[in-house]
């Protein structure tokens, strides 16, 4: 399925309005004008009657003195290389220069790029929350309130992994919104996306959740979406989804568009907890610095659950643990499966990442765990995440199927070096997927390293064969990819 995923920021826009009235509609009304008509008599509605309809008036009026619109510019340097122009082109531009090398071809210009997007103030401080990419690599920013004033504003801080920002305006008599818990917040709930959509204007939509938790967009590094089907369109980017009760529960991030550009009933914000916890840990910290427990996580298939033993699919499954970690220090070991965190259940991998990644470095996670069948109870305390790993964003790990239909050939040092593993690496490499094979759509792929075959290693190629043929339908393959251990199974 072809899908456009977009920012939903905007640039300033003018749109035309026309009014079409047919021509024979005039033509009747003239043929009935008469200055001997009666008086017309009209019942009008008694102003203090509707007071109880059923309106989101109240709810809105109370709110949207907190949501903003944000104007932001930057300078784009001109690329050198768009002025090295070859000679075909030059010839439209007359001569052969001017002895300065530039044929008559006009120098390639910086420009200010502008954007538009929407905030939400937080604080009486002065604290705006919105997304980073309104606000990435701005020189200058904006920002104006619904009582038309204007401010300049500061960033205090981004995470661009989140795309959560934080911005401070130095005003009084703000208005801030009431933050939410957006972990109540359940398919089904009424809610309202409200934003500057196009630079319109102060709109509102209505909508319902449609999900929760939603995640491998690719969208962001960390992502926890709520899913609404309320219409947002670009610049309601930063601005605010509040529930019924007038709660600011997200943040509108992004759309999916299929190329249209506009609002198709699937748009994506940040859960207020982790927009909060962003903000707490700028204006602690600076920054957001993120807990680290060092394993490979995948998510339990029905495969891997009655490979493992288990009755269910739940839980996560730990399909490696990094050297010198914390997991690797409290004992936690691949195959583990791990059912809760602090006494909460973890559906999936990127469930048990968001709620490490939202610990403070140094506390502890208390993990209940399921190990060769019989439950544990293990205590990690958190490091901070290493850079590095922060940089290759590499925790979540894969979540590749396998079965029968695949070519190895014994794993030789050469051939480790290759791939750039230890060369006291062990297994069989991968050499060929059988394209007809339920494997060729699971993941497993060429240069995988297979060191286990239901928890037994194998070390060459026989070993690999004798394993497969003892449960040729149902194998759990332990599989080595550039260094980080998973498993599949059929």
């Not at 929760?212 to 979406?225: K, P, Q, S, V």
Request: glycine fraction near 10%; aromatic fraction near 4%; charged fraction near 20%.
């Amino acid at each position: 399925m072809n899908r456009i995923k977009s920012w939903i920021t905007s640039t300033p826009a003018v749109f035309g309005l026309s009014l079409l009235v047919g021509a024979a509609g005039f033509g009747a009304a003239r043929a009935t004008m008469s200055r001997n008509n009666p008086p017309a008599t009209l019942k009008m509605a008694d102003a203090n009657e509707g007071s109880s309809r059923n309106s989101y008036a109240p709810i809105v009026k109370a709110v949207l003195p907190a949501v903003v619109n944000i104007s932001s510019s930057k300078v784009v340097r001109a690329n050198a290389e768009s002025s090295e122009e070859m000679p075909f082109f030059r010839q439209f531009f007359g001569g052969d220069g001017d002895g300065d090398g530039s044929f008559g071809m006009p120098e390639p210009q910086d420009h200010r790029e502008k954007s538009l997007g929407s905030g939400v103030i937080v604080s009486p401080e002065g604290y705006i929350l919105t997304n980073n990419h309104v606000v990435d690599g701005a020189t200058d920013v904006r920002v104006t309130l619904s009582d038309k004033r204007e401010f300049q504003a500061r960033v205090v801080g981004t995470d661009p992994k989140t795309d959560v920002a934080v911005l401070k305006i130095d005003a009084s008599n703000l208005s801030p919104i009431t933050v939410g818990d957006s972990s109540k917040a359940e398919v089904g709930d009424t809610v309202l996306a409200i934003g500057d959509p196009f630079g319109v204007g102060e709109t509102v939509t209505k909508g319902i959740i449609s999900a929760t938790g939603r995640a491998n967009l690719g969208i962001e590094a960390y992502e926890d979406f709520i899913q609404t089907d309320a219409p947002i369109n670009p610049g309601n980017s930063g601005g605010a989804l509040i529930n019924d009760r007038g709660e600011l529960i997200g943040i509108n991030t992004a759309i999916i568009t299929h190329g249209s550009g506009g609002n198709q009933g699937i748009g994506f914000a940040i859960p207020s907890n982790l927009a909060r916890t962003v903000l707490d840990e700028i204006l602690k910290n600076g920054k957001v610095t993120r807990a680290y427990m060092g394993i490979y996580p995948q998510d339990v298939t029905p495969g891997i659950a009655k490979a493992f033993g288990q009755k269910e699919p739940c839980g996560v499954l730990v399909g490696g643990v990094s050297s010198n970690s914390p997991a690797q220090a409290a004992g936690l070991q691949r195959g583990d499966i791990i059912l809760e965190v602090n006494g909460k259940p973890m559906v999936d991998s990127n469930q048990l990442r968001m709620t490490i990644s939202m610990m403070q470095p140094g506390s502890e996670a208390k993990l209940k765990v399921v190990r060769d069948g019989s439950q544990r109870d293990v205590t990690i305390k958190l490091s901070e995440l290493p850079a590095e790993v922060a940089e290759n964003d590499n925790q979540s790990g894969d979540e590749p199927q396998a079965s029968a239909g695949v070519e190895v050939a014994n794993l030789t040092p050469e051939i480790a070096q290759q791939l750039n593993l230890p060369p006291t690496t062990t297994g069989v490499v991968v050499e060929r997927v059988n394209p007809t094979s339920p494997l060729a759509d699971s993941g497993l792929q060429k240069g995988d390293i297979v060191q286990e075959v239901n928890h037994q290693p194998v070390r060459n190629v026989s070993d690999f064969r004798n394993a497969m043929n003892k449960n040729a339908k149902e194998p759990l393959l332990l599989v080595n990819r550039g260094g980080q251990t998973f498993f599949v199974t059929a």
